[in-house]
């Protein structure tokens, strides 16, 4: 029985595109979103995303793209228990 891939990404996360050589040149550096999974073409999962760029659709495959980091690149500063910055 052969094995089905699935699709590691779900709708509304956000990823990009850290190639930018080869068939993912056509697509813009920053942040997509996903808005809807597509079938499997070939052994590679596909999905439709909207670019925060320029705010056009294109399909990609799984390959092709990976989640965005999440995390903020700079942290808050530290507060007390009334919501209070320090000094």
């Given at each position: 029985m052969p094995i089905v891939p699935y699709h590691r990404f779900?709708?509304?996360q956000t990823v990009v595109?850290?190639?930018i050589s080869g068939p993912s040149a056509m697509i813009p550096r920053g942040q997509h979103l996903i808005v809807r999974l597509l079938p499997v073409s070939g052994?590679?999962?596909q999905y439709r995303i909207r670019s925060n760029v320029d705010g056009l659709d294109r399909?990609?495959?799984e390959s092709q793209?990976?989640?965005a980091d999440q995390q903020p690149s700079i942290p808050e500063p530290p507060t007390d228990r009334d919501g209070r910055r320090y000094r």
């Open positions: 779900k709708v509304g595109a850290p190639t052994r590679d999962p399909v990609v495959t793209i990976r989640l």
